[in-house]
């Protein structure tokens, strides 16, 4: 239930980040190849994947200590990643 809830109501996850806030993140930080991007408290893992497609980065890691939120993440992960591989991309549950 809080998985569906979560992907039809991103707005209730806490902390979320735009895709424009990701954008400027992005260019600030000059993420680029070699490079291993970590998402602390990913939710989502928007944020991550948005990183992991717009960026060369050598790894993208999301960390999510919910496991209902890391499942959602994982779910979205899966569906759009199998189009792109996923080498770089890594979804963790934990602390």
């Known amino acids: 239930a809080l998985q569906s809830e979560l992907l039809s109501n991103p707005e209730s996850t ?3 980040i735009t895709s424009k806030g990701v ?3 992005e260019a600030r930080l ?5 490079d291993v991007f970590a998402d602390l408290g990913s939710g989502l893992g928007r944020c991550a994947l ?3 497609l717009e960026c060369s ?3 993208v890691i999301a ?3 919910d496991f209902a939120r890391h499942s959602a993440a994982v779910a979205l992960a ?3 990643l199998s189009r792109h591989g996923t080498a770089r991309s890594q979804h963790r549950n934990g602390d």
């Open 50 to 52: 948005q990183v992991f």
């Open 78 to 80: 899966e569906a759009v």
């Open 57 to 59: 980065a050598a790894v």
């Open 63 to 65: 960390l999510e200590l």
């Open 23 to 25: 954008r400027e993140l």
């Open 30 to 34: 000059g993420i680029g190849e070699g």
């Open 14 to 16: 806490y902390g979320e």
